[in-house]
Protein backbone atom coordinates (compact mmCIF):
# COMPACT_ATOMS: atom_id res chain seq x y z
CA UNK A 1 0.00 0.00 0.00
CA UNK A 2 1.30 3.43 -0.98
CA UNK A 3 1.15 6.89 0.74
CA UNK A 4 -0.46 9.51 -1.00
CA UNK A 5 1.97 12.28 -2.05
CA UNK A 6 1.98 14.87 0.73
CA UNK A 7 2.62 17.68 -1.41
CA UNK A 8 -0.66 16.70 -3.26
CA UNK A 9 -3.31 16.27 0.00
CA UNK A 10 -6.03 16.15 -0.64
CA UNK A 11 -8.95 15.71 2.21
CA UNK A 12 -11.16 13.81 0.48
CA UNK A 13 -8.80 10.80 0.60
CA UNK A 14 -7.43 8.90 3.02
CA UNK A 15 -4.38 9.45 3.71
CA UNK A 16 -3.49 5.64 4.28
CA UNK A 17 -4.25 4.29 1.20
CA UNK A 18 -5.71 7.47 -0.98
CA UNK A 19 -8.74 6.18 -1.50
CA UNK A 20 -11.81 8.49 -1.14
CA UNK A 21 -12.52 8.69 2.55
CA UNK A 22 -16.43 9.61 1.92
CA UNK A 23 -15.87 11.97 5.04
CA UNK A 24 -19.70 13.86 5.52
CA UNK A 25 -17.94 16.37 6.93
CA UNK A 26 -15.32 17.08 3.59
CA UNK A 27 -18.62 16.78 1.66
CA UNK A 28 -20.34 19.56 3.44
CA UNK A 29 -17.32 21.68 3.39
CA UNK A 30 -16.83 21.27 -0.17
CA UNK A 31 -20.96 21.57 -1.25
CA UNK A 32 -22.30 23.84 1.61
CA UNK A 33 -24.82 21.07 1.37
CA UNK A 34 -25.60 20.15 5.33
CA UNK A 35 -24.67 15.83 5.78
CA UNK A 36 -26.01 13.82 8.17
CA UNK A 37 -23.09 12.92 10.95
CA UNK A 38 -20.39 10.80 9.17
CA UNK A 39 -19.49 7.53 10.36
CA UNK A 40 -16.52 8.14 11.90
CA UNK A 41 -18.07 10.38 14.09
CA UNK A 42 -19.14 7.38 16.27
CA UNK A 43 -15.62 5.33 16.41
CA UNK A 44 -12.67 5.46 18.37
CA UNK A 45 -9.54 4.99 15.92
CA UNK A 46 -6.71 2.76 17.39
CA UNK A 47 -3.45 4.82 18.57
CA UNK A 48 -1.17 2.49 16.37
CA UNK A 49 -3.84 3.51 13.56
CA UNK A 50 -3.76 7.36 14.22
CA UNK A 51 0.27 6.93 14.45
CA UNK A 52 0.16 6.04 10.36
CA UNK A 53 -1.02 9.44 9.40
CA UNK A 54 2.04 11.48 8.21
CA UNK A 55 2.12 14.33 10.07
CA UNK A 56 1.16 16.89 7.04
CA UNK A 57 -1.93 14.85 6.62
CA UNK A 58 -2.69 14.59 10.83
CA UNK A 59 -6.31 16.90 11.45
CA UNK A 60 -6.70 17.49 7.38
CA UNK A 61 -7.80 14.25 5.72
CA UNK A 62 -9.85 11.15 7.78
CA UNK A 63 -8.97 7.62 7.14
CA UNK A 64 -11.68 5.73 5.11
CA UNK A 65 -13.56 2.99 6.63
CA UNK A 66 -11.65 0.37 5.08
CA UNK A 67 -8.59 1.51 6.60
CA UNK A 68 -10.16 1.72 10.16
CA UNK A 69 -11.91 -1.65 9.85
CA UNK A 70 -8.80 -3.09 8.65
CA UNK A 71 -6.53 -1.29 11.56
CA UNK A 72 -8.95 -2.36 14.50
CA UNK A 73 -7.87 -6.29 12.56
CA UNK A 74 -3.93 -5.90 12.57
Do not use: Y
Amino acid sequence: MSTPDATALDPSCCPLCGQPNRCAMEVQRETGVVQPPCWCTGVTFDAALLARVPAEAQQRACICQACATAGRNV
